[in-house]
């Protein structure tokens, strides 16, 4: 009975979250279709896909899946191994920002997680 109830909200999530792409879909193609030059119809685009680039990794990346990571080691303890301020750990863990790969403790932090045989943006 319980797993039917997580089924259930999981699958109202995903309904969820597929209507809001969908009214930004919609958005953009309202906007899109507004544009009569090509030339401004191809700089949009540009646009378009520099933004879509910028989301992805928050797609990739799963807090929950990195914290599991850790097994019984704490994030301070963690923080230490890796050089990494616990805060910023806490704050990668429960999603208040990504790891990114072109800053020190992003990458110490990604570096880590592989070695675990978690690689979220396959690097």
Not at 12 to 29: H, L, M, P, T
Request: charge should be negative.
């Amino acid at each position: 009975m319980k797993s039917n109830i997580f089924e259930r909200v999981r699958e109202i999530d995903e309904k969820r979250d597929s209507d809001i792409v969908e009214a930004y879909a919609n958005g953009i193609r309202e906007v899109y279709e507004r544009i009569n030059h090509s030339k401004l119809r191809s700089k949009f685009f540009e646009k378009l896909e520099s933004l879509v680039d910028s989301i992805e990794p928050l797609a990739l990346f799963d807090p929950n899946k990195a914290r599991e990571q850790r097994g019984g080691m704490t994030a301070t303890e963690l923080s230490v191994e890796i050089d990494v301020s616990q805060q910023v750990i806490s704050n990668y863990e429960i999603g208040e920002s990504i790891p990114y790969s072109g800053s020190k403790s992003g990458r110490n932090y990604l570096e880590w997680l592989k070695t675990k045989g978690y690689n979220p943006f396959e690097i």
